[in-house]
């Protein structure tokens, strides 16, 4: 809840403005003279700026706090008699109130100075230097500095005091001073936008950080840590921007595009010239224009957008759209193999070292081929009894099932289920990719759909390690990850590897074939989608994502909050923040494998560090 009140009062009256301190509500209201208080009605701190038309980029940093007011340019006895009373109000409240006077120093400074009582507040100032100090600063060729003033004075230079120090400490609060260094613009006060964004990111956690420890400590508010000190509410205009994000990311389908139209064709022409002759790929044709969408990627304000959590997830995101439309016009030619390089971050070497070990320990099992088999459209009515299931949680969830002769992979795709129409898989099988596809892609999806922001669903930047990490462990905890299921995934690394190392289409086959005992057609199934586009190492990232995901775990990382959409791990403390300020809700629906019998037992296993050969 929000209260939005536009004042046209001549004389402050807070209680006007609000009557009542409600939880979880706040005020934005545009003040006379020029100014703005936007308060979070259970947050009992405030950054405070004068307004200064020169020196818009400070203004930017203090409408990154939760709370924060901006001081018109006139009438100063005015703002000093709210921020009295207003002060009054939320230490009543709180028994305490925190406030911080953000000031811009002189061009040529690199330090911040802190004024404040230090021997009061010696470790919310100590917490504030120390994160300050974090800032990048040499690898641009700046030398910040911090430096903590024991001071009565709490403004700077001739600036006039906003409150009188003995009266501030009789209702209970503390007010302090913060020079910033304006290192993040020229002479002439042209912001340099990469630098000042991640500036403004750490300097936001620092204010939130020493301010958690003043609240915590001084005050009997309830909030649980320093992320609740974030924005509670997103600015329409980033909700535009968020959803021309996704609307950029889903007028075209990336993986089906760069998915051969002609797989089967060429399937049986390579074996029935015994792996001697291949023709080329042929892909569908692109249903946009990569450098149309481009402009449009780049006209979105992403730069203006006041939270650095968001802004952060916005412009990597932005990145890798970016990337992925330069590979479809790339689509065929070596450039994409580079491209996709850059994409999927290269392959780690304990990644291929994990690859292996499985390869070494365990053997391909071609007994498994002669068992039952069910085709696509009985593992279609399989998927449907998962729907229901979904369904039984959140009646509003909806999925159907695609059987296409063009598909060369089962995808899931904006949470829909794609299956190619000679697909065949054994009853186990079938039983791991239900909870793959459908309990992993489809169910993140969903869930990515509820959330405020829609990148949640459509995925944000590198999520898809995670997601196939995710998936492939619901194989192995619902009972259903094979031996010849972990190999296929470890050798699609060895596959990766070698595509990076300069392999041909048969050199790569024979490697897999010969080297490693993979059935012929297993053997062309990876060959064939490592070089899908050009040479596509997207494949590595499910054994990647297996790792990375294993040792999450078993650092004490949580397995549900993973559930909430489409992330990267890299997001998890970032979620958790948007999490915190109620900007990231928990999951509607859950998994049928967490009800598994074994479910405890598999997963405690995988904490204490299971090699992955053991989990079969």
Known sequence: MSTTVQSNETAPN?????????????????????????????????????????????KRLVRGGASYLIIGTQEFEYYKKFIQDLTALMA??????????????????????????????????KVL?????????????????????????????????????L??????????????????????????????????????????????????????????????????????????????????????QFLLLVAPVNIQALRSQFFESHFKKLDRYHYRLLPVDPDILKRKLYNLRIDEIDDPAISY??????????????????RGSKNFFHSSIRLYKGL?????????????????????????????????????????????????????????????????????LYLPSDYT?????????????????????????????????????????LQEGIAVLSEYLCGGLSGNRLRILAGRVVAGEALLNGADFHQMFFKLYSQYDFTKERAFNITSRMFQGGGFLKDIIYLKGLVRLR???????????????KFALKHVNVIQDLSDRGLVIPPKLSPRYLEHKNFNKRINKLKKGLPLSKMI
């Open 129 to 165: 230097k120390d994160e300050l100090l974090k800032i990048k600063s040499r690898q641009y060729n700046v030398h910040l500095d911090v430096s903590i003033e024991q001071t009565k004075e709490r403004q700077f230079s001739d600036e006039k005091p906003l409150l009188d120090i």
């Open 167 to 252: 009266a501030i400490k009789e209702c209970g609060a503390t007010l302090i001073g913060l020079e910033v260094p304006p290192v993040y613009r020229d002479e002439q006060g042209t912001i340099y936008p990469v630098y000042f964004r991640d500036f403004k990111v750490q300097f936001i956690k620092a204010i939130q950080r020493a301010v958690f420890e003043f609240v915590r400590v001084q005050t009997t508010s309830s909030l649980a840590n320093y992320n609740a000190l974030g924005k509670r509410t997103i600015h329409e205009e980033v909700f535009k921007i968020d959803r021309q994000l996704t609307q950029i990311e889903t007028s075209y």
């Open 14 to 58: 807070v209680e006007k403005l609000i009557p009542k301190l409600s939880k979880g509500e706040r005020t934005v209201t545009s003040l006379p003279h020029g100014g703005n208080l936007f308060l979070e009605h259970d947050v009992p701190s405030l950054l405070i700026y004068r307004y200064n038309p020169n020196e818009t980029a400070t």
């Open 551 to 565: 040792n999450y775990l078993t650092d004490g990382g949580e397995l549900q909050p993973l559930l909430r959409g």
């Open 313 to 330: 997830l916005f412009d990597e995101k932005r990145e890798e759209i970016d990337h992925e439309l330069t590979m479809l016009k790339e």
């Open 92 to 125: 009543a409240k709180f028994g305490s109130f925190i406030i911080v006077e953000i000031f811009t120093g002189s061009q040529t400074s690199k330090e911040f100075v802190i004024k404040g009582p230090s021997h009061k507040l010696p470790v919310s100032l």
């Open 348 to 416: 780690d070497k304990n990644v291929l070292a994990e690859a292996e070990l499985i390869l070494q320990n365990i053997n391909e099992d071609h007994e498994k081929e002669k068992h039952e088999h069910i085709t696509s459209l009985q593992f279609g009515e399989l998927a449907k009894k998962e729907f229901e299931y979904f369904r039984g949680q959140d009646a509003n969830f909806g999925c159907k099932v695609h059987i296409r002769d063009d598909v060369n992979v089962m995808m899931v795709s904006k949470g829909e």
């Open 425 to 465: 898989m054994s009853k186990k099988g079938a039983k791991a990719l239900i909870q793959h596809e459908i309990g992993t892609h489809a169910l993140t999806y969903y869930n990515g759909t509820q959330q405020p922001l829609t990148q949640m669903a459509s995925g944000l930047a590198n999520y898809d390690a």
